[in-house]
């Protein structure tokens, strides 16, 4: 019988997570990863609005960034359970940097839109393999789950920070410097990732049976949904995800028309990021009980400071609402860590890459939906709208939470090693 007070012990600190050997050089390079692709993101954004001056043009660039991730996700998940992630995270990294380079070309040569959403639908789909690998990674390099966990929120806090800074320096940089600026960044990011793999991961074989040929490919994924949709925690962590990221989105994908041409854009679309970064600060230094306890709770509290944006509030009254209601995204990371641990290691892969197109898909469709509702209603009106929906969905799944069941997955994943062998 697993021991709960193992469980419930005070966090590892984060000076803890970075002393694990081999994680500085990966988290550091994936930081400045993080880094150049959202400056590039807006980046692409931007150029668009100015073309077109269309929330929904806008929005459309950031869906078209994420839908073809829900392509590559689910058809690459077989592949990283086939391939040693190591030569995965290198080939996807080297092709992706590829990429860039591509669009930049194309944004110079003031290429035609439909240029630059076909070359960022290459590069995003490839992202997905690179995702799942990652994931895989940070599970060999952490055998203690306590420092896993608290790892995931070091990872996620370097996210959300890079992204904020990227948000906020990003329309500057087109403005100032041009695009090539954040384009260039996220190609030296990519190459720079590429070789800090290549040079300090190990190369691990995979694990578990794999089927052969076209058939067995189609035969494993299928099973991994199969896994995924019957799976008593594994199916509501998705469920809550996707209702989330319904609300998470819109503000994102509508930051830029709200604000129009002034700096304000860059620090709208930061805020709610820059509040994800407290609450992350936050979340984490609690037990991971506590965490996950906290899941749906948190997940209702958050998209309630969004439904004041349809009020047309000053834009330092608005950021600070965005800013709440990013600090309360924070139960995302304990979320993802232990639908992490509690997936089977031989289908880390593929059920990872589902998981990631189920939320990217619906954080895709956000901003189609955000962009389309601010065409008819106003892109004030349209943030309101899906923070109204994405409570009235957490609201729903909270009323047949299972509880017990989550307690006792979270029980098991994050016992001590020794506990788990036996």
């Known amino acids: 019988m697993l021991v709960t007070k193992d469980v419930s012990s005070a966090a590892p600190s984060f000076v803890d ?18 880094w150049g692709d959202n400056i590039a993101r807006i980046t692409i954004a931007a150029i668009v609005f100015q073309r077109t001056q269309s929330p929904l043009a806008t929005a459309t660039t950031l869906a078209v960034s994420l839908l073809p991730t829900v392509l ?12 040693p992630y190591k030569w995965v995270l290198v080939w996807s990294h080297l092709l992706r940097a590829a990429c860039v380079a591509g669009l930049l070309v194309l944004v110079l040569a003031e290429a035609k839109l ?4 076909a070359v960022l639908f290459v590069l995003e789909a490839i992202g997905g393999a690179a995702s799942a690998s990652h994931m895989i990674l940070m599970t060999d390099l952490f055998p203690d789950r306590r420092l896993y966990a608290r790892a995931i929120g070091l990872n996620a806090l370097s996210e959300q920070t890079n992204q904020a800074v990227g948000f906020a320096v990003g329309g500057a940089l087109v403005a100032w410097l041009g695009p090539e600026v954040g384009l260039t960044a996220d190609f030296v990011s990519f190459v720079l990732a590429a070789v800090t793999i290549l040079v300090v991961v190990e190369l691990r074989p995979v694990s578990g049976e794999r089927g052969r040929g076209v058939g067995g490919f189609v035969r494993d994924l299928h099973r991994a949904i199969g896994d995924m949709a019957h799976h008593p925690v594994l199916a509501r962590f998705i469920l809550l995800s996707v209702a989330a990221c319904v609300g998470i989105a819109a503000p994102e994908a509508l930051a830029i028309p709200i604000a129009g041409k002034t700096w304000w854009a860059g620090i709208l679309m930061a805020a709610p990021v820059a509040g994800a970064v407290l609450g992350i600060i936050l979340i984490t230094r609690r037990d991971v009980v506590w965490q996950n306890s906290s899941l749906i709770p948190l997940a209702m509290l958050m998209p309630l400071p969004l439904l004041a944006t349809t009020f047309h509030l000053p834009f330092a009254v608005l950021a600070v609402l965005w800013f709440v209601s990013g600090t309360l995204q924070a139960f995302m990371v304990p979320l993802q860590a232990t639908f992490t641990l509690v997936t089977p290691e031989a289908l ?4 990872f890459s589902l998981a990631g197109a189920a939320s990217v898909g619906a954080a895709a469709g956000s901003y189609l939906g955000a962009g389309w509702l601010a065409t008819h209603t106003g ?13 009235i969905l957490v609201a729903l799944l909270g009323l047949r939470w299972p509880d017990v069941v989550v307690r006792e997955a979270v029980d098991a994943a994050y016992a001590p ?4 062998a036996a």
């Open 348 to 351: 880390r892969g593929r059920i």
């Open 379 to 391: 892109p004030e009106a349209a943030v309101t709208v899906c923070a109204g929906l994405c409570l």
């Open 72 to 83: 590559g996700r689910s058809l690459l998940g077989p592949v990283v359970d086939r391939f």
């Open 417 to 420: 090693p020794a506990a788990r």
């Open 17 to 34: 997570v970075l002393r694990v050997p081999k994680y500085l050089p990966i988290f550091l390079v994936q930081a400045l990863s993080f």
């Open 114 to 117: 439909l240029a630059i959403f």
